[in-house]
């Protein structure tokens, strides 16, 4: 009952955030969301130092910018994959394991690293 007491929302605000909860819940539960076997992700580069500082801004792999307060939101809710970079040469130091085919996690670092298609003469 304290609780209840202790609401200050109206009834509005109260069905909005419900149907907020419920939504993300359905969304996050696993079988709606998928797209050739990964589930739907938004894939960002960012550096640590911005992300400690919790200011500046990733870019997406359509060059998109993302503001790091609003990229963490979006973590808050994702299953996270990390990708580990040479500091001066850019160079890939952690791909997962090798495989003839590429696996979820290298797809995405590649993905991610490529900013999008790689064949040449390719806008996408």
């Not at 069905?15 to 589930?39: E, I, K, W, Y």
């Not at 894939?43 to 963490?72: H, N, W």
Request: hydrophobic fraction near 40%; glycine fraction near 8%.
């Amino acid at each position: 009952q304290d609780q209840i007491d202790a609401d200050t929302r109206n009834p509005a605000q109260r069905t909005h955030d419900a149907l907020l909860a419920m939504t993300r819940s359905t969304l996050m539960s696993g079988p709606l969301g998928r797209h050739n076997g990964l589930p739907v992700s938004i894939v960002v580069t960012t550096t640590l130092q911005e992300l400690l500082a919790g200011a500046g801004f990733a870019i997406t792999t359509s060059g998109s910018k993302l503001s790091i307060p609003d990229v963490i939101r979006l973590a808050a809710h994702a299953w996270h994959y990390l990708a580990i970079y040479d500091q001066h040469t850019n160079m890939p130091l952690y791909l997962g394991r090798t495989r003839r085919i590429a696996t979820a996690a290298q797809r995405l670092m590649l993905f991610g690293r490529e900013r999008g298609c790689t064949r040449p003469g390719c806008t996408a």
